[in-house]
């Protein structure tokens, strides 16, 4: 029936009401921190571009996770920023490569953390592109072997996830593979599964040292134009072996990550990118927008989407705002 017998406002009237009536909640639980770690010991580097994020040696990173575990954060992802680079990118697969030293320090002592670790290989390439490079051209099939040989070297130091992000077709078959040849089977695969060719990655280049010296990645990442491909590439991760797919950037991406969820119903993974938390930090830094409300307004967003799991840069901040008893309720302040 319409008005006046149905008044949706009533359900509206209180704060109280509009909790009960809730469809979606922001947890903590649903929160993965990440985290850039450096060579070297006693050192925290902050990134210019993401006020707030820094680059950790290994033992002031073990710091920085103690706030982390005590907010009740369940997981982080791992990414590396080694202090040499070379054309096959050997560090990303070193045994004492940093993530691999990083991962192996965290997991004695924070075992009961998710540590996820990022498999790419731009980081760690003296020409900044995601796999091996011939001509200016970079090479799909010769790089796969490097991509399972680095997501086996994680596993190897204590990895629970690996990460493919570098979008080369294949990729997800030659890690699990290598995986379970190597004994670990109960490794899971988060695959960057819809990664976008993104302008919202430009911090996080800046924070990782990995933009490409020539071109572009759009050779491999996707036309942000396309939404029917997200979902083959997701289809065919599902069909390699990947056990959480992830939608990259998440912002501008929500009907994308609203059509992978619908289509598949597997764990979702959404990542609020670093150019995403850039771009609020400064326009907070303004006093243009409430930080708070507009943050939980943006994850809300990407969980009601159909997001399972969100990788955020705000993960502490929102663990604080989340856990704050005194925070009413996390309404935050809205403009009428």
Not at 309 to 335: P, Q, S
């Amino acid at each position: 029936m319409g008005f006046p017998v149905t008044r949706l406002r009533r359900l509206r009237v209180s704060q109280e009401m509009r909790r009960l009536v809730r469809e979606t909640e922001l947890n903590v639980g649903d929160l993965i921190y990440p985290v850039f770690v450096t060579e070297g010991e006693g050192v925290t580097v902050p990134v210019a571009a993401m006020p707030g994020i820094n680059r950790f040696s290994v033992d002031t990173l073990l710091r920085e996770l103690k706030g982390v575990v005590e907010a009740g954060i369940p997981g982080i992802i791992v990414f590396g920023v080694p202090a040499e680079k070379d054309d096959y990118a050997s560090g990303a697969w070193a045994s004492e490569g940093v993530v691999q030293q990083a991962v192996r320090t965290i997991k004695e002592f924070f075992p009961g953390l998710l540590v996820i670790t990022d498999v790419c290989l731009c980081a760690y390439t003296s020409h900044g592109h995601c796999g091996l490079v011939e001509n200016d051209r970079v090479l799909n099939d010769q790089t796969l072997e490097i991509l399972a040989r680095t997501a086996v070297s994680h596993a190897r130091a204590g990895a629970d996830v690996v990460a493919p992000s570098d979008m080369m077709d294949g990729r997800v078959k030659a890690i699990r593979e290598a995986l379970d040849a190597a004994g670990y089977q109960d490794t899971a695969i988060m695959a960057y599964s819809a990664k976008y060719a993104s302008a919202f990655y430009g911090p996080f280049r800046e924070a990782a040292d990995s933009r490409p010296q020539f071109g572009d990645r759009r050779s491999y990442q996707m036309d942000p134009a396309n939404a029917a491909e997200a979902l083959l590439e997701v289809a065919l991760d599902i069909e390699e072996g990947a056990d959480i797919v992830m939608v990259k950037p998440a912002l501008a991406y929500l009907d994308v990550i609203y059509r992978v969820k619908e289509r598949f119903n597997r764990p979702v993974a959404a990542y609020n990118v670093s150019g995403e938390y850039s771009l609020v930090k400064a326009a907070a830094a303004q006093g243009w927008v409430d930080e708070r409300a507009v943050v939980l307004e943006m994850l809300t967003a990407m969980k009601r989407a159909g997001a399972d799991i969100i990788l955020t840069y705000f993960a502490k901040d929102v663990a604080g705002w989340l856990n704050d008893k005194r925070n009413e309720n996390i309404e935050g302040k809205v403009e009428p």
